[in-house]
Antibody, heavy 128, light 109 residues
């Protein structure tokens, strides 16, 4: 059974860089069938996709966060990581790592994109 | 302000059928598939419906999804107390973003 586990500091100071790592177990991150991503949920608010990466290093990011986000992958450790720079209190959230399944439906041509495995989430607070 | 629009709340009694709507536009729901997630407090969100109407293994057939034009719906039949949760719709947007609805809090009365 595939499992994802986030790790990293729970407290980050304003203007600094938030860094999280997701360790994947029970499966290989080096599958061309999937992307691996990050989603966050600020307290009392909804879900927000941050970005995703494939094992090859191909990435795409939420346009509203793109200037501050870097997602990388370490195939040797079966891990992928998130860096979010210049954080403010608005970046306080529970951060989830996810497996991102995507592709085109053969019959309809529609693009399908969903998150089928989630980590348990980790709360990151931005405060001095 | 979320790109996809959901009602903030919904409710029903045990055994009842409830539906949750999700409204988008031609750049997201209108041209891509819709997914639904169930989020129980203190747990990770769970994929409930993908590709408009497909259930992952283990999801009861009480849950069903549909899409028409730029809107989608999640239906829950035979409502149970354990269905009390937040429900989110999501879709790919042609602006190269994954977009979510604001979430609907389902209360089982």
């Amino acid at each position: 059974q595939l499992q994802l586990q986030e790790s990293g500091p729970g407290l980050v100071k304003p203007s600094e860089t938030l860094s999280l790592t997701c360790t994947v177990s029970g499966g290989s991150i080096s599958s061309s069938s999937y992307y691996w991503g990050w989603i966050r949920q600020p307290p009392g608010k909804g879900l927000e996709w941050i970005g995703s990466i494939q094992y090859s290093g191909s990435t795409y990011y939420n346009a509203s966060l793109k200037s501050r986000v870097t997602i990388s992958v370490d195939r040797s450790k079966n891990q992928f990581s998130l860096k979010l720079s210049s954080v403010t209190a608005a970046d306080t959230a529970v951060y989830y790592c996810v497996r991102h399944n995507e592709g085109y439906e053969i019959l309809t041509g529609y693009y399908t994109c969903y998150f089928d495995y989630w980590g348990q989430g980790t709360l990151v607070t931005v405060s001095s | 302000q979320s790109v996809l629009t959901q009602p903030p709340s919904a409710s029903g009694t045990p055994g009842q059928r409830v539906t949750i709507s999700c409204s988008g536009s031609s750049s997201n729901i209108g041209s891509n598939t819709v997914n639904w997630y169930q989020h129980l407090p203190g747990t990770a969100p769970k994929l409930l419906i993908y590709s408009n109407n497909q259930r992952p293994s283990g999801v009861p057939d009480r849950f069903s999804g549909s899409k028409s034009g730029t809107s989608a719906s999640l239906a829950i039949s035979g409502l149970q107390s354990e269905d009390e949760a937040d429900y989110y719709c999501a879709a790919w947007d042609d602006s190269l973003n994954v977009v979510f609805g604001g979430g609907t809090k389902l209360t089982v009365l």
